[in-house]
Structure formats: C-alpha cells, structure tokens
C-alpha cells in the first residue's frame, strides 16, 4: 500500500494540473446563476472543523430558497431546533472556516461555497426564515470567499436522481431500530421513535 504523502506525487497520480477553465470557474461572490441556484435549492451539506481540527459534516434543509442572499458576498442560513449537540455552532465558535454544498433534487451539478461563518442570534432578515409561524433559533452568516459550481459526474455515477437505482427502504433498519441496538432503547421506545419521526414527516417537522 502507497500513501501519498505530497503534492508533487498526488499531482502525478491524478495527471496533473488542473484545466484552466476549472480554475477560472472560481468566483469571489455571488452572481446571478448561483443565486438562481440558491433560490432552488432545498438542502445542503455543512462542514465545519473544530479548534483541534476535527471535522464534521451536517445536512441542513427546509423550503427552496432557505440559505438567503443578502448581498453578493454574504448569505445566511437559518439554525431550526435540533438534538441539542450543536456540533456545527461548536466548531464555528473556535474556527470560522466553512464549506456549503447546495443541492437541488434532479439537477446533477452542485453549488460550492468555502468562506467564514458567524452565529446570530437576532436580525432583520429572521422575519424572512419564518416557517410554519416560526422563526429560526438562530442563523448563520456565512461571508462568500470562494464560490463555484461542480460538474455533474458524482451524481451521474451513483445515479442518485435516477429511482430505479434506489433501494428498497423496507430493507434497512429504521432509526429506532438502529438507536435501540446503539443506546439500549427498550422496543416501545425504539417504536416511540419511529411514530415521532413518521409523525415529523407527514408535517414537515417542528
């Protein structure tokens, strides 16, 4: 087994440099097709690194058009109640530094977006993340240092817009089944969990 311990090795691994064109795509804010996508999208993926360097990585979702644009160079996202771990907010206390991955369901290329967070726990623009008569508990404002879209192949290979290719989700063991051998749930509370979650579904959460 090789493990790739510099860059000069890893760049003759991959073939080498990167085309211009992929370096070009790179912008410092946010024009007009990533606030389209923004204005589409309904969930992305949050990853943030404590003070030690330990990373996480958390799905944040709600109705299309959640991360709102305040201006080219800053978005905010709304911080809905959760389990209380606050690993996110933790990490963004002690390092700043974060990176977005936008989705939107059917569309094979991504949004990206590296920059700086901060935590608010009032604003103006909270009025505008109200959902369901609710507003955020708080939000985070994330200032744009690097932007750009990635092409679709990840998505092409795992076919994960394509149903046909999904599994049968009769098969996998449900989330209070997995806490019940994970954390010792007794069979009522697993089922507990189960009705609460399908419960959470049919009302779009809170």
């Not at 974060?98 to 059917?106: D, E, H, I, K, N």
């Not at 750009?148 to 192949?153: A, E, N, Q, T, V």
């Given at each position: 087994m090789e493990t790739v311990t510099d860059e000069a090795r890893l760049r003759t691994l991959v073939g080498g440099e990167p085309a211009e064109r992929a370096l070009r795509k790179q912008l410092d804010h946010i024009d007009e097709h990533a606030r389209q996508f923004l204005a589409e999208s309904p969930f992305c993926v949050l990853a943030t690194a404590g003070a030690d360097g330990r990373c996480d990585a958390a799905p944040?979702?709600?109705e299309p058009g959640f991360a709102l644009v305040l201006d080219e160079h800053t978005l905010a996202l709304p911080e809905r109640p959760g389990n209380k771990r606050l690993d996110s907010l933790r990490n963004i206390l002690a390092n700043p530094h974060?990176?977005?991955?936008?989705?939107?369901?059917?569309v094979t290329h991504t949004l990206r977006i590296n920059g700086t967070a901060r935590i608010v726990a009032d604003a103006d623009f909270f009025d505008q993340m109200t959902v369901y008569g609710k507003p955020p508990v708080l939000a985070l404002e994330v200032t744009v240092e690097e932007l750009?879209?990635?092409?679709?192949?990840a998505f092409v290979r795992s076919k994960l817009w394509q149903p046909a290719s999904w599994p049968d989700a009769a098969t996998l063991p449900t989330l209070g089944r997995v806490l019940r051998d994970q954390v010792g749930l007794t069979d009522q509370e697993a089922a507990g969990v189960d009705e609460r979650g399908a419960e959470r579904n049919r009302s779009a959460m809170f």
């Open positions: 944040r979702g709600d974060v990176g977005l991955l936008f989705l939107v369901p059917g750009y879209f990635h092409c679709s192949k």
